[in-house]
């Protein structure tokens, strides 16, 4: 299973950006995915996350009403919108999966990975 991530750049604060993350070798609805997200000097940290088993969406309270994460099943890729951005959302974003039927916050839990992509806010 591959994972290609993309949609990274520099916005204004109070703006908004999409990621994508593109998989190869398994759909993306058989596994429970999730976007984390790294900041300089730390380890990556949960942001949005779908759970398999129901299809249910998780996010972080620092993401949660201003991040919405998804899935095109057609297109076999997964999304984070983001709204509002500040610049405390600057950091390294990662898409993952893992074959469990539910989503963990824990990064080493996940069994595939994608490149991350940097999204830089402006103030």
């Known amino acids: 299973v591959q994972l290609q991530a993309s949609g990274g750049g520099l916005v204004q604060a109070g703006g908004s950006l999409r990621l994508s993350c593109t998989a190869s070798?398994?759909?993306?609805?058989?596994?429970?995915v999730a976007w984390f997200r790294q900041f300089p000097g730390k380890k990556r940290e949960f942001a949005a996350g779908?759970?398999?088993?129901?299809?249910?969406?998780d996010y972080s309270d620092t993401v949660a009403g201003r991040f919405t994460i998804s899935i095109d099943n057609a297109e076999n890729t997964m999304y984070l919108q983001m709204e509002n951005l500040k610049p405390e959302d600057t950091a390294v974003y990662y898409c993952?999966?893992?074959?469990?039927?539910?989503?963990?916050?824990?990064?080493?839990?996940?069994?595939?990975w994608g490149e991350g992509t940097l999204v830089t806010v402006s103030s």
């Open positions: 993952a999966a893992r074959t469990s039927t539910t989503i963990s916050t824990i990064g080493p839990r996940y069994d595939y």
């Open positions: 070798g398994r759909t993306l609805s058989s596994m429970s």
């Open positions: 779908i759970n398999r088993i129901n299809g249910t969406a």
